[in-house]
């Protein structure tokens, strides 16, 4: 009985209090298994990063107790991150055959793909890692061949929903299992861990089906080429297109780098089906006629490198905007990227294009569960205790909300910070401590290497810009040889200015002189602060100011 | 009958194919008018821009032409500009009373307004400006005292909704004049240009007396203290959580600085009703119990200076969140604040407050004319000729189509490109030419010295950062004295970086040696490639790189 005293451990990494870069740590006496290890976008103030990664310190310390890593499936927010985790920590990662195969692109591009250990496992399937016993569960979300995960341990049984929606009428496959989930709930669930992206909106998520139907008109209608443009990774809704494409006797073009892949990657591996002859190569688009045509793009997000961002200003080397062709952007405009979008669809616009997006039309479905779907989950799984994941503060919040709504005790509900350590037994459930977590930031080939120092920097540079001020000094008289010098880069077009940055080389002397004599750090900071105020005074802006002085 | 061949010209200066900044230009013969002189909010892309004005200059090469300038409502998008504008263009400006009141306030900010001359107009009014009848048509939209035009030149009348919306059940005021508008569409109307911002919105704007009905149930059930954050200038707002305020026994604060500003005048000049004693100073909040207040703040788009905003991470003076609050959101975020919006969402949800925003209760509506009420224009006004404004390039061609819908020949609608002008008179309408127009950057003082050089440098140094090469060599033998000596900003954090800046210290002696004798372009040109080169290779950046040489 000493073993059900001891207690399950549950630190989520990533995805909690935030959007995206999804990993949860769970550790049972030595044992550890992780879930997901995804990557995040960078805000608009992390200047220059290329994407945001979860500090897995943790695990790299404790790198010989980890059995595992499981994906739920292939989203970048869920598998993104787990190319550099996998350099510090390579242990075995578990997943159905798309998370993995879409994983396998990434871990070749970071040349790591043979000595990565890769099990695909079946939905359904029960694995057994140290003390946890997992079990996948089948799924439905926005990508093929998701999974729930019901984690046994000695203390109890977890289910974490991971993303999901409760489609009854999936494009391939079987529908999620709520069998499975009620039979859990009937036998009893310590602790839940449910998605809560969509938990302000009301009512039930459409199936992914709804918008074949929309696509089926729009196909019925169109006498001209058209174009569609969606996550590549949807692979139900590249299907879906295909499907109508069929139907109407058009060809299908895969247009984009990831959509290429990806498309190739799901044909491969049997979740895409296109029939013989079907598919035609971008290069030979003009041996069609408009009307035979579907080009599948990506750029729905209107990247500014994306095949649809090109297309739409004339700037795509194989297609250009016909006037007449009916474009369809299938998604909505992710929080931040907007203004990108519409801009695409202005130009689309302007080059005569007829442009059907979210806005306008039932294009697009969530992949999310809404809150009825999220009550269903309470019900069927009847926990013990609840912890909202998968979402900003106010997600967590809401869906604590909803499940006291649903009559679950408050104190029954845990809402959790990253990095946060979770002990939790059938007696029990607390927070007892916490383990370094947070944002690791990748700008290049730098892993960390930006930090705030840097950030701030960049900030202040792109708000203002940047003086330097250049100044050669004789060693023993600490006379002026040299300068002062003045460059500026960002700060004002300097052609047009050159009286007002007569003005500044001006006081920049007058404060040389004025600091004669006294040690270096006090002759800079002297500079420093006389041209901040001037310039202040003069422009209500505040440049970066670098003296340099040289002492030969 | 030679009058009458005369051609009215159309130039708009800005509010087409974007958002804000919005002014027209009337002219016939030596007559010029202008209707709004607003400024726009700056892109992503304008690192450290405070505000954007339309391009004037045509008007100050033809001040002397120029009659008068027509304000229609006191919002930034269509008075912002006029302190810019009115320093070179010093014209009379005619405008309704609440308009002329808060465009004071900027006049002041500026120490022009003792120079200004404000002539104040009433809804109803006509004024006569040379060749043109200016009439002043009462209309409603989300500030008060905002006004629709009906423009009478000798070839027709042009009527210019500005922006609108169709409030049958105002706060303050009458209704939007509908009858005006039928009348004149009776006797004919040449040119409608019409508001397009919510085109795409099916349906009917609510009345902004929705809104009141929904505080009304919130004020009834509250126990605790209310925020309501909203625009300063949505003074029926104010004026309906004032009413709901009275009702349920709260005392009013007003918070934030634009907020107290705008209310201040607003009672002044009898917009916004309170009774006596119902104002609270907000020092005294203290003497107060929480269920006998409601604070009214600044700070609805979660700018990051605001009132609301700063209440949220507890660094504003006076008031700080208590567990309970009740906080309401009373705005929708314009496209590009939804992230800052939801990150005080988030704060004031950790501080323990209950938050209403946008996508969870009535508590907002816009201001602007949904398809049924452009379809209600439409037919009232029954114009010969329909140009689509206010709103980006897929709003006008929205609009244009909503047009066509309702049989308006396709010949007669005109999208139009800020500085193009439009020559219309009753037998036809032609763009014949362009004129100076586009956007002028302000960043603090400076007007227009911010281009596209300095962007693009301001772009480069926010996303890599910069790295600066000095070295001194000896003018005759040309040899290095000091140097390379590097310095970087917003590259990498130096002391973790250390081995590396050593070999780009390295890699850079050798740069300059290799390049003795040459000449100084070429010199820097060599240092700059091999610099770029090698960092690139080393970690995929491309920082700007600054050789300084100094020639002693």
């Known amino acids: 009985m000493a073993k059900s005293k001891k207690k399950l451990k549950v630190i989520p990494l990533g995805g909690l209090g935030e959007i995206g870069k999804n990993i949860t740590v769970f550790e049972y006496g030595q044992d550890i298994i992780v879930v997901d290890c995804g990557m995040a976008f960078p805000d608009d103030e992390m200047l220059g990063i290329d994407l945001v ?70 939905q359904g399937q029960t694995l057994e890692l140290g003390s946890f016993k997992v079990e996948f569960i089948r799924s439905t979300h926005s990508i093929a061949d998701s999974i729930a995960l019901a984690i046994h341990t000695p203390v109890g049984t977890v289910v974490h929903t991971s993303d999901f929606k409760v489609d009854y009428t999936p494009i391939s496959g079987e529908p999620i299992d709520l069998l499975r989930f009620a039979e859990l709930g009937k036998k009893g669930v310590l602790l839940l861990m449910c998605d809560s992206t969509n938990v302000e909106r009301p009512g039930y998520t459409m199936s992914e089906k709804t918008v074949g139907e929309t696509f089926e008109e729009i196909f019925m209608n169109a006498k001209s080429r058209i174009l569609v443009a969606t996550f590549a990774s949807n692979i139900h809704r590249i299907q879906q297109v295909v499907n109508s494409a069929v139907k109407y006797g058009r060809k299908v073009v895969i247009c984009g780098r990831s959509m290429i892949n990806v498309s190739k990657k799901a044909m491969d591996l049997g979740y895409l089906n296109v029939p013989e002859g079907v598919l035609v190569d971008i290069e030979r688009i003009k041996n069609f006629n408009q009307d035979e045509l579907v080009i599948i793009t990506t750029g729905s997000q209107g990247e500014p ?51 059907i997006y979210e ?12 809150q ?60 007892t401590g916490t383990v370094p977590s947070g944002k690791v930031l990748v700008d290049g080939l730098g892993i960390g290497d930006v930090g705030n120092v840097v950030l701030r920097d960049r900030k202040h540079l792109s708000e203002d810009g940047l003086i330097i001020v250049v100044v050669t000094i004789q060693k023993e008289s600490g006379n002026v040889i040299t300068g002062p010098d003045i460059i500026s880069r960002g700060f004002v077009y300097v052609r047009e200015s050159e009286p007002f940055m007569d003005e500044v080389k001006q006081v920049c002397k007058e404060a040389v002189l004025k600091c004669e004599g006294r040690n270096w750090p006090s002759k800079k ?19 970066m100011i670098l003296p340099i002085l040289i002492e030969i």
Do not use: W
């Open 525 to 543: 900071g002297a500079i420093k602060d006389t041209l901040r105020e001037y310039i202040y005074q003069k422009t209500k802006r505040k440049p």
């Open 53 to 122: 990664l979860p500090d897995t310190t943790y695990l790299a310390k404790n790198i010989e107790r980890v059995k595992g890593i499981i994906v739920t499936h292939g989203h970048e927010d869920h598998i993104g991150g787990l190319p550099y985790l996998l350099k510090e920590v390579n242990v075995p990662v578990y997943g159905t055959r798309l998370s993995l195969g879409l994983l396998e692109y990434k871990l070749e591009e970071h040349g790591i793909l043979s000595s990565c250990k890769l099990e695909t496992v079946v």
């Open 305 to 355: 490198m994306s095949a649809l961002a090109r297309i739409a200003v004339g700037e795509h080397r194989q297609v250009e905007i016909i006037p007449g062709d009916l474009v369809i952007i299938s998604a909505t405009p992710i929080p931040g990227n907007e203004k990108s979008v519409y801009g695409v669809v202005n130009e689309l616009f302007k080059k005569g294009a007829e442009v």
């Open 372 to 431: 009825e779907e999220l009550k269903l989950m309470q019900r069927l799984i009847k926990p013990k205790y609840f912890m909202p994941v998968h979402g900003e503060y106010r997600h967590l919040k809401k869906h604590s909300n909803l499940a006291q709504n649903l009559g679950m005790n408050k104190d029954n509900i845990i809402i959790m910070e990253i990095g946060q350590i979770l002990e939790i037994n059938s007696e029990s459930a607390a927070v």
């Open 359 to 370: 806005s306008l039309a039932d294009i697009h479905v969530s992949g999310h569960a809404c």
